[in-house]
């Protein structure tokens, strides 16, 4: 089991700068999902895929936000035009398809710093 | 509105003592329950669910979780608690697409 890889781990940019970062979901998993994650908060859900169609945005993905998971595996998540509170962990997950207990594997997440 | 509230920040405990994290939530329809655990730069790992059936679940490392529907909460435990289960736990509640997290919950074991 190789679990959820992401790429980068960490992430400095400056502000104005595009940024993406990738994720590589279990193989047999099909549902992909995006979180934000800033200090002493819970994760804040930003959009999910099943297969390779994007089914559900958060209001929290602005405009210069877009993710994308082409063939249906990996998924890359870019950010536009970076803005300091931009500044957070992104955390990368896959479950298999509408089994409503299975849970959530996370990777070890993209910490983006922003200056 | 789906959501769970996480009533401590902070939770301090002897090592060797029995361990109690809060969580209560507000959902429609039937919720399907987790447990999570987050070690410093590293992702949640999961550590139980509760889906149907016996309200005490349990679930990795020693831990389980009593689900009680009368007072919609979801409260994770531990016996016996170690000082390498010092880290942060989200309850998260999920809605069939979406799953909503708790602001987390520091849990600190003394030796």
């Known amino acids: 089991d190789t679990g959820v890889s992401q790429d980068p781990r960490h992430k400095i940019t400056k502000r104005g700068q595009n940024v993406t970062f990738r994720c590589d979901p279990i193989s047999e998993h099909n549902r992909l999902y995006w979180y934000r994650q800033t200090l002493g908060q819970g994760p804040e859900f930003l959009t999910y895929f099943q297969n390779e169609a994007q089914l559900e945005k958060s209001r929290l993905l602005s405009d210069r936000f877009s993710a994308e998971r082409p063939k249906g595996s990996f998924s890359t998540l870019e950010i536009q035009r970076t803005e300091q509170g931009d500044s957070a962990m992104y955390l990368c997950?896959?479950?298999?398809?509408?089994?409503?207990?299975?849970?959530?594997?996370f990777g070890n997440g993209t910490r983006l710093t922003v200056t | 509105a789906q959501s769970v509230a996480q009533p401590e920040d902070q939770v301090n405990v002897a090592e060797g003592n029995p361990l109690t994290v809060k969580c209560t939530y507000s959902?429609?329809?039937?919720?399907?329950l987790f447990w999570y655990v987050q070690y410093p730069n590293r992702g949640l790992q999961f550590l139980l669910k509760?889906?149907?059936?016996?309200?005490l679940v349990k679930g990795s490392y020693g831990f389980e979780a009593e689900f009680n529907k009368s007072q919609t909460s979801f409260h994770l435990k531990k016996p016996s608690a170690l000082v390498s289960d010092s880290a942060l736990y989200f309850c998260a509640v999920n809605t069939g697409n979406q799953f909503y997290f708790g602001t987390g919950t520091s849990l600190t074991v003394i030796p």
């Open positions: 509760y889906i149907t059936g016996d309200n």
């Open positions: 997950a896959s479950s298999l398809t509408g089994i409503n207990n299975s849970p959530l594997h």
């Open positions: 959902v429609s329809g039937n919720p399907y």
